[in-house]
């Protein structure tokens, strides 16, 4: 059996190869917490404006797609859509579970910065008789969106680690390349071992990066 | 076209997957509490040399993809001679993945328990480890009780990956069925419904033990910590005003 030694040589040898799925992943990291940001928004709009039968049918959906496991809903969309009639490439598929799934938590961030707006921003609000329309998107939304970005930084930080289930579904992202790799040379400890780190080594930085954007915050405040 | 009577006829082995799927959340979950424990007393150690590998543990098992770490368990550890049996695997890897993210909250129920406890502890003269687990722990635990049923139910969706380790469980076979029918949207739907159910179970069971803990740390559990129809009538922010919430739409 071979690979109980790390090979430098071969490890180099795999980079350029693991770096076509690093594109993949950095491309559905993006492409999905686009989507999950603007369909959390659209949760939360239909959460406040408390339309009869929509609202709890939407709220519904959303704690559904909170309660059920990513992967499953993966595979559900993969072999479901195309039956749909939606032929979409296993990459859009990944990229619109991803988005469905982190956009649950984006509502409830949104939320969140929404009940942190101080009471003051209201009573100006209607103070200045201003159109409830026009207090929402002029006034609430924007401050609670810009209150929330860290938080909504580390959606970015968990989905980029999910992206890897992505591979179970034949989106060929750095994980399916690792794999690829590994059945094809039979040595695994490299690729998967690179794979990880790649993971680690970004997410750790983001996550620290974050961390001091909310202190930054807290103090600026 | 799938008839239905074939994927009838799969039920019961479909269904053989809940226990699997419990076994492995309860098991993972049994690893993960003792984990987030020990993970979030050795970072507030004085000691560097408890601290630092506790805090390496953390962010090593937080940093990567959880995926990653199951498939190097399981493809690159047997190259180290160290073959653990799949069970085994999903169960650590799970464990010691959910347990890194859970010592944040044995963190945060740590420093929950008034500072007045602990000076007051060594102001008695007791010994650390007495202080830790008869005065600080006890007082702390069911604090973490709320928190801890929600990483169950989280746990519960995380073991779908353990399905991609040859284990058993309800991702397994509904991959399997929907292989030998052909046809894998109706099976897979049918999954999903189930991990929704699993997961609404859970949620009642984990507010039975969590009034239980209410009780036991000696609080009033109050009716709206419980909130009936949650499913379908989101909470607003009590800090809208009733003029800006458009109703009836």
């Not at chain 1, 350029?16 to 999905?32: F, R, W, Y």
């Amino acid at each position: 059996m071979s690979g109980f030694h790390w090979d430098w040589a071969f490890a180099w040898s795999i980079v350029p190869e693991l770096a076509q799925g690093v594109v993949v992943t950095v491309i559905a990291t993006a492409a999905g917490s686009a989507l999950a940001f603007m369909l959390g928004m659209m949760w939360t709009l239909v959460r406040i404006a408390q339309i009869r039968l929509v609202t709890p049918a939407v709220w519904f959906f959303v704690q559904f797609v909170r309660g059920t496991p990513l992967l499953i809903q993966l595979y559900f969309l993969f072999y479901v859509l195309p039956t749909w009639g939606l032929s979409v490439s296993a990459f859009a598929t990944g990229i619109i579970g991803l988005g469905l799934f982190f956009s649950a938590y984006a509502a409830e961030i949104y939320r969140a910065g929404i009940e942190d707006l101080p009471a003051g921003q209201w009573e100006a609000a209607l103070t200045l008789g201003l159109p409830v329309r026009r207090v929402w998107a002029g006034i609430i939304l924007p401050q609670a969106v810009r209150a929330v970005l860290p938080m909504l930084g580390n959606i970015v930080v968990s989905m980029f680690k999910q992206t890897a289930l992505l591979s179970t579904i034949t989106v060929l992202e750095l994980l399916a390349h690792g794999m690829a790799i590994g059945q094809t040379t039979y040595r695994f400890v490299e690729p998967l071992t690179l794979v990880g780190a790649f993971y680690f080594v970004v997410s750790y930085l983001s996550a620290r990066a974050l961390r001091a954007l909310e202190t930054r915050d807290e103090i600026r405040a | 076209m799938t008839s239905p009577k074939s994927l009838w006829e799969f039920l019961p082995f479909f269904l053989g997957g809940v226990p699997v799927t419990l076994e492995v959340t309860f098991l993972a979950m049994a690893v993960a509490v003792p984990v987030a424990i020990i993970l979030a007393i050795g970072r507030k150690s004085p000691r560097a040399f408890v601290r630092w590998p506790a805090g390496f543990v953390i962010e090593f098992f937080r940093g990567s993809s959880a995926l990653v770490q199951l498939f190097w368990a399981f493809y690159v550890l047997p190259l180290f001679g160290l073959t653990l049996p799949p069970l085994v695997c999903g169960v650590l890897v799970l464990g010691l993945n959910e347990g890194s993210y859970m010592s944040e909250v044995v963190r945060a129920g740590l420093d929950a328990v008034p500072k007045g406890q602990r000076e007051a502890a060594v102001a008695l003269g007791l010994p650390a480890r007495y202080r830790l687990f008869r005065i600080v722990l006890p007082q702390a635990l069911p604090l973490m009780v709320p928190p801890f049923g929600n990483e169950l139910i989280t746990m519960l969706k995380f073991t779908a990956l353990v399905s991609l380790v040859t284990i058993q469980d309800l991702s397994f076979r509904a991959s399997l069925i929907g292989d030998t029918l052909g046809h894998n949207g109706p099976i897979f739907a049918l999954t999903i419904a189930v991990y929704f159910v699993l997961a609404l179970s859970l949620g009642v069971l984990v507010r039975m033990l969590e009034r239980a803990a209410a009780r036991r740390a000696g609080r009033h559990v109050t009716e709206a910590t419980v909130p009936h129809g949650a499913l379908i009538t989101p909470a607003l922010p009590s800090s809208i005003p009733a003029w800006a919430l458009g109703g009836g739409g």
